[in-house]
């Protein structure tokens, strides 16, 4: 079928020496970001093996997957906005760049705030469904970890849009520092606090990472970090939380349900509160979208 589609053997392929180059070391470096991510993650594991016990590493490297699979977020977004981040750039549409940015930072926390905060509430009972009661020690480490995915999420959005218009080398140095940080850190902290010790280091790597990142990008594109819009946001996830903790007590107190509708009824009813309150707080503008995408298309 893909043949059907396009050929590649009637073709002709070339490619010069400069390019190759630029190529290859675009890629180079790329894969460099990428090992300074690993490094970041499994120096955690390597340390508390040397230093803790195996029960607390395998309780870890349980808490770390989970709370991993709400990065799925930021990782989409930023597989989409590459080639479109690459293209404005090129074509030195500056405006609609840094006004398209700014919509992306508020709206990317828009969707992470709520999916991070029901997973943070509900981590002990989300360890005890998925592992066991064994791993509900973990719950603090997890919600540490939910925290640093918010910066993770941010970096990763950043280190893209830094790719995207030609500086991978910053992005990468910046995470080989975040990386270097989150072993030194590693060795000083976690002999004491074992894996609440490792979440902490973590927490603290990123958000190094996001910050330097996104100082960097400000030197080549004048971002503006939608503060306010990012309070508005965490103000509406808090209230979100005080109104599950309410509901889940007062069904608690009316009724046994089971464990998956409890969560479902309480998650479902915050999600709805959050949604009104992001609307009623103007965090989203359906309109702003609407223009934005419309300037781009036509021109």
């Known amino acids: 079928m893909l043949f059907k589609v396009f050929n590649f053997f009637k073709h002709k392929a070339s490619l010069d020496r400069d390019t190759f180059k630029k190529l290859l070391n675009f890629g180079l470096i790329t894969i460099a970001a990428n090992v300074g991510g690993i490094i970041i993650l499994y120096t955690d594991t390597l340390v508390l093996t ?16 989970t709370v991993m699979i709400i990065q799925f977020f930021s990782t989409s977004i930023a597989t989409v906005i590459f080639p479109m981040v690459a293209e404005l750039w090129a074509r030195k549409k500056n405006e609609y760049l840094e006004q ?5 930072y508020q709206y990317s926390f828009v969707i992470m705030i709520p999916a991070v905060l ?3 509430f509900f981590s002990e009972t989300i360890l005890r469904l998925m592992f066991g009661q064994a791993y509900v020690g973990g719950a603090l480490a997890m ?3 939910l925290v640093a995915l918010l910066f993770l999420g941010i970096q990763v959005i950043t280190g893209t849009i830094l ?3 030609g500086q991978p080398a910053i992005n990468t140095k910046i995470l080989i520092q975040g990386a270097v940080i989150n072993f030194i850190l590693n060795i000083l902290i976690i002999p004491k606090l074992g894996i609440v010790g490792a979440a902490i280091t973590s927490l603290i790597a990123y958000f190094y990472i996001a910050l330097r990142c996104i100082f960097k990008l400000r030197q080549f594109i004048q971002v503006k970090i939608p503060w306010f819009n990012w309070l508005k946001t965490v103000f509406a996830g808090l209230v979100m939380l005080i109104v599950i903790f309410i509901l889940k007590n ?7 349900l ?4 409890d969560v479902v009824i309480c998650a479902g009813v915050g999600s709805l509160l959050y949604l009104l309150l992001i609307l009623a707080l103007k965090v989203v503008n359906l309109r702003e979208i609407k223009e934005l995408a419309a300037h781009i298309m036509s021109k």
């Open 118 to 120: 029901i997973f943070l």
């Open 163 to 165: 790719r995207a218009i």
């Open 143 to 145: 919600q540490i970890l």
């Open 100 to 104: 398209g940015l700014k919509m992306l």
């Open 258 to 261: 089971n464990i998956y509708l």
């Open 50 to 65: 040397f230093f803790r016990s195996l029960e607390e590493v395998g309780i870890y490297n349980a808490v770390v997957p």
């Open 250 to 256: 007062a069904l608690a107190n009316i009724v046994a």
